[in-house]
């Protein structure tokens, strides 16, 4: 059971979530000019060497990431039949329903969750709307309040799961 | 807070948390929540624990202060 795919789903999504943010800072830092004149409109993009290593880095890393969790999702779902994990699925994947105890923890954790989302948005709404953000920092903002929701979410399903003699 | 002796009684019957979870249909992980007191069962769960233990729901589960460690 703590080898559960879906218990280590939330720091998957936290890996994916970091490497968007170095992704982001590769895309937005690139000095932007935008020309505009009576008969002309155009954006020049410069991309400097760092921030090009960035991009390209993050990528390569996010394509090696993917397939391992594919590879992963194929192995859970091969050896749980029964609790076949769906990519497509609208409900989240990282959800323990197979008994009343699982369904409880994972209530428990969504809670947490929930708790954590009534405050997190409100409060990172209204710094965007009080500072002069930039945009990068507006999608930093976004990401940290995702990454904190799997962090939160994992914190809360690990601690149930530490092993113990039966 | 309910109490009981699912740890007890599963130890008297040799069964580890597995068996006792494959007998009820839980996970090993529901039996340790259990027994620890971090999860209440439902009826169902708690008669079929009862069941496999071969006692009595209330001699399983108790409210705290009922004193049935006295018994």
């Known amino acids: 059971m703590k080898t559960d795919f879906r218990l280590k789903y939330p720091l998957w999504m936290m890996a994916f979530i970091a490497l968007l943010g170095v992704f982001a800072y590769g895309i937005n830092s690139p000095s932007t000019k935008r020309v505009n004149t009576s008969s002309n409109q155009s954006v020049i993009v410069e991309i400097g060497a760092f921030e090009g290593l960035l991009i390209f880095g993050a990528m390569v890393v996010y394509l090696v990431l993917i397939t391992i969790f594919f590879s992963q999702v194929k192995k859970h779902n091969k050896e749980k039949p029964n609790q076949k994990i769906s990519l497509l699925s609208i409900r989240p994947l990282e959800y323990l329903e197979q008994d009343e105890g699982m369904t409880h923890i994972t209530r428990v954790a969504v809670q947490k969750v929930y708790t954590y989302y009534t405050w997190a948005l409100p409060v990172f709404t209204t710094i965007i709307i009080i500072m002069p953000l930039s945009r990068l920092v507006i999608i930093f903002g976004i990401l940290a309040i995702a990454f904190i929701q799997y962090l939160i979410y994992y914190l809360e399903v690990r601690k149930h799961f530490k092993e113990e003699a039966e | ?71």
């Open chain 2, 1 to 71: 807070m309910l109490q009981n002796r699912v740890k007890e009684l599963r130890a008297r019957h040799g069964f580890t948390q597995s068996d006792l979870g494959k007998q009820v249909d839980v996970t090993r992980q529901t039996i340790a929540f259990i027994e620890k007191g971090e999860f209440s069962p439902s009826v169902l769960l708690a008669l079929k624990l009862a069941q496999a233990l071969q006692t009595k729901v209330d001699d399983l589960f108790w409210l705290e202060g009922e004193g049935k460690d006295e018994n």
